[in-house]
């Protein structure tokens, strides 16, 4: 069964700016993902380091390094390419985020869940 959702406007998720966080509960209680923005477009993933399991963002939707150019998780400082989800620096290289299905139409950010 397809599981999509709608998770933003297009226009609220600007360039390399803040994230948007949103909450799988069908999948845990405390599992949350995240949506950002690079070269254009959307990525998704689940807000969970490949290092230790805890959230990237101490403050909510901070997920770029202060030069936009990698998502960094604030624990150790981990660096991932934005695009795919790759850990290039710090305690977890070579493990990566994990991804989740994102699609950007009429305006509107929707994940689908049944394809991760
Ligand atoms: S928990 Fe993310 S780098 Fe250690």
Not at 14 to 42: D, H, T
Not at 69 to 79: E, K, R, S, V
Not at 80 to 105: A, D, S, W
């Amino acid at each position: 069964m397809s599981n999509q959702r709608i998770i933003c406007k297009s226009e609220s998720l600007l360039e390399r700016e803040k994230g948007v966080r949103f909450n799988l509960p069908e999948l845990g209680e405390r599992v949350s993902a995240f949506v950002i923005r690079f070269n254009g477009k959307p990525y998704a993933y689940f807000n969970q380091c490949a290092h230790l399991p805890v959230e990237l963002d101490w403050n909510e939707g901070d997920f770029f390094t202060r030069e936009q150019d990698y998502l960094i998780c604030a624990t150790h400082g981990a660096q991932y390419e934005p695009h795919t989800g790759h850990c290039v620096l710090g305690p977890c290289q070579g493990k990566r985020l994990r991804p989740i299905l994102v699609n950007e139409q009429d305006g509107v950010i929707s994940i689908t869940l049944d394809e991760i």
